[in-house]
T-cell receptor
C-alpha cells in the first residue's frame, strides 16, 4: 500500500538556522511527491513537488530531492525565517490516482 | 487566482444535530475532496468525488455522507453529529487533466460538537 512517514515534531529553530524535515514513503508504483505548508489559520498550499526520481523541487528557498533508492523526499532550507513557522506535510500521489496520501505533519517554529 | 472556499471558518453544533459543510471551487476542477485534520494524525480522507453525482469513500467515511449536485460544489454532511467529529475539516479540488495531481485547499472549517 501507500504511506508517508515524516519526522515527528514539533521542531523549534532559531532564525537563520538550517532546516531538515525527513520524509520517507512506501508506494506500489511510481508516485509524485509533494510538500505542502499550512500557515496558522489557513488551509494547505503546495510548497514544492517532484514527479520522478532524481527531480529536485524548489520554492521560497526550500528544496527536496526525490530519492528512489532511499524512498525519501526530505525538505531542506539553508536559512529559516520567522515567517516560515508553519506545519509542513509530505504527501504522495500514485500515477493515475485521484487522491493524495499525507504524512502526519511537522510543526516548525522559528524564533528570532 | 484559484480559489476554494468553505462556508464557515468556525462552527459549533450540538450532539445529534445534522450538519452541512459546503465547499465551492472556481477552477472547473473535476475532483473534489473532504479531509479531516486532527493533531498527530495528519489529514485523513473522508470522501472524494471525481464527477457530478459521483462519490468514493475515503479512509474514514463512517458517520459522514456527501453530495455533489454541481461541478463546483461539494457538500459534507454529518447526519447526526457526535463529539468525536469535533475536528478541522478541509476541502480540496484538483484537475483530472494535470499529470501530477496538485490539490488546492480551502481555509478549513473548525467544527466543535458539544
Amino acid at each position: 500500500g501507500n504511506s508517508v512517514t515524516q519526522m515527528e515534531g514539533p521542531v523549534t529553530l532559531s532564525e537563520e538556522a538550517f532546516l531538515t524535515i525527513n520524509c520517507t514513503y512506501t508506494a506500489t508504483g511510481y508516485p509524485s511527491l509533494f510538500w505542502y505548508v499550512q500557515y496558522p489559520g489557513e488551509g494547505l498550499q503546495l510548497l514544492l513537488k517532484a514527479t520522478k526520481a532524481d527531480d529536485k523541487g524548489s520554492n521560497k528557498g526550500f528544496e527536496a530531492t526525490y530519492r528512489k533508492e532511499t524512498t525519501s523526499f526530505h525538505l531542506e532550507k539553508g536559512s529559516v525565517q520567522v515567517s516560515d513557522s508553519a506545519v509542513y506535510f509530505c504527501a504522495l500521489s500514485e500515477s493515475g490516482a485521484n487522491n493524495l496520501f499525507f504524512g502526519t505533519g511537522t510543526r516548525l517554529t522559528v524564533i528570532p | 487566482d484559484v480559489k476554494v472556499t468553505q462556508s464557515s471558518r468556525y462552527l459549533v453544533k450540538r450532539t445529534g444535530e445534522k450538519v452541512f459543510l459546503e465547499c465551492v471551487q472556481d477552477m472547473d476542477h473535476e475532483n473534489m475532496f473532504w479531509y479531516r485534520q486532527d493533531p498527530g494524525l495528519g489529514l485523513r480522507l473522508i470522501y472524494f468525488s471525481y464527477d457530478v453525482k459521483m462519490k468514493e469513500k475515503g479512509d474514514i467515511p463512517e458517520g459522514y455522507s456527501v453530495s455533489r449536485e454541481k461541478k463546483e460544489r461539494f457538500s459534507l454532511i454529518l447526519e447526526s453529529a457526535s463529539t468525536n467529529q469535533t475536528s478541522m475539516y478541509l476541502c480540496a479540488s484538483s484537475s483530472l487533466t494535470e499529470s501530477y495531481n496538485e490539490q488546492f485547499f480551502g481555509p478549513g472549517t473548525r467544527l466543535t460538537v458539544l
